[in-house]
């Protein structure tokens, strides 16, 4: 029997703090792994987190230090990638070497960096304008996370547009709904016995937290008994006047936790009343999935990749008006009838995203890409 090809991985996103990029690449790297069509080998500057989760599946890892993660993918990757024993780069962070020595493909989540730098620090811009034309013109093929994603590829790069296929993230399957007694003892545990609204991700502005926040306030100054708001995730760039506005409101019932471990963040998802997350722009969204999967009625926003993600199973409001937003609140926590039909039709849509269907699309796309 021959020996399947060796896929190198850019394990980059499993560096620092976990990221969305970061859940997409462990959890498929996983799935791919149990289906043994290839062997996986992870490559990054640092050790990436959870090194020992992917050695157990049979995926092993190496790294090359480096000061920043762009000097090495630029100047060692290459070095190792020449040895011969990789027939296949993937790299889940949009771009590659310009001096790759094997086929490659690579995963475009976004376009932010171009559409909107002004979210992004200097250095992530740097790492990654420069290299993105020539690394979509390089590789075999292009993964895009949605058709959203997919036709800002076309619009802006239309000379790779052929190249391009959709493949839909996966929801991981401890986001489910919570039982009774879980979501009683989750609530009690964070001070909103009643339930509250709940939002997940970056704390920054792109995300549209101003929205939130304008929205929960004139719900609370209409009926001082509406739910807290919750909020889970690290602060993002940017969010200097977001972070004294939040302390402003901790008085009144806005809570920000930070960065949760993985087990508190599936259970905040469980017991919330409402999950909202009108984003400026996403390349696809996975809060707002795993919220379907949890049976949580779910507010995005109507552009991007949102509405393709809910599809009829959320509600979704114009980003750019926070009275619409307070008003889809409102008529949530008003209408249990309303809210129980959502959480019906949010698990049927959630069931559509799973890593598996991802693992098996990304291996036919491993594939074509090496002929």
């Known amino acids: 029997m021959p020996t399947p090809p060796t896929i190198a991985v850019d394990l980059r996103a499993l560096v620092p703090t976990p990221t969305g990029i970061s859940v997409y690449t462990r959890s498929l790297l996983l799935k791919l792994a149990a ?3 290839f062997r996986y080998r992870g490559l990054a500057h640092r050790p990436p987190r959870g090194a020992e989760d992917l050695e157990a599946a049979g995926i092993p890892s190496e790294h090359d230090p480096a000061p920043l993660g762009v000097i090495w993918q630029q100047l060692k990757l290459p070095k190792r990638l020449a040895r011969g024993d990789i027939d296949l780069l993937w790299s889940p962070l949009m771009t590659i070497p310009l001096r790759c020595p094997v086929p490659a493909v690579a995963t475009v989540h ?17 790492s990654i304008v420069p290299f993105l034309r020539p690394s979509l013109e390089k590789v075999k093929k292009i993964v895009a996370i949605s058709k959203s994603t997919a036709d ?13 296929r959709v493949v839909y993230c996966g929801i991981d399957p401890e986001f489910r709904p919570g039982t009774p007694d879980g979501i009683w003892a989750t609530r009690e545990e964070i001070g909103a016995p009643e339930g509250y609204l709940f939002y997940a991700g ?11 926040l304008d929205a929960w306030e004139t719900l609370r100054a209409e009926d001082p008994g509406a739910p807290p708001l919750i909020l889970a995730g690290p602060y993002g760039w940017g969010s200097r006047d977001l972070v004294r506005r939040i302390e ?21 998802f469980q017991a919330a009343t409402i999950f909202v997350y009108p984003s400026f722009y996403e390349g696809f969204g996975l809060p707002p999935a795993e919220a379907l999967a949890c049976g949580i009625p779910t507010i995005v926003s109507n552009v991007s990749s949102l509405p393709e993600v809910v599809g009829d199973a959320g509600v979704q409001v114009e980003p750019t008006d926070p009275g619409e937003l307070m008003m889809a609140i409102r008529n949530l926590l008003e209408s249990p009838g309303r809210r129980e ?10 069931s ?10 990304m291996e036919e796309v491993f594939r074509e890409a090496l002929g």
Request: aromatic share 8%; charged share 30%.
């Open 110 to 126: 976004d376009l932010t960096s171009i559409l909107m730098p002004e979210s992004h620090r200097f250095k992530v811009r740097w």
């Open 152 to 164: 800002d590829i076309a619009f802006h790069f239309p000379q790779v547009a052929r190249k391009v």
């Open 35 to 37: 289906l043994n069509g």
């Open 341 to 350: 039909e959502l959480r019906g039709r949010g698990l049927e849509q959630a």
């Open 352 to 361: 559509k995203f799973r890593w598996e269907s991802a693992a098996a699309e």
């Open 248 to 268: 402003s409101l901790a008085p009144q019932g806005v809570k920000a936790l930070g960065h949760v471990d993985r087990d508190l963040l599936v259970r905040l």
């Open 202 to 212: 970056t704390l920054e502005p792109r995300k549209n937290l101003g929205a939130i």
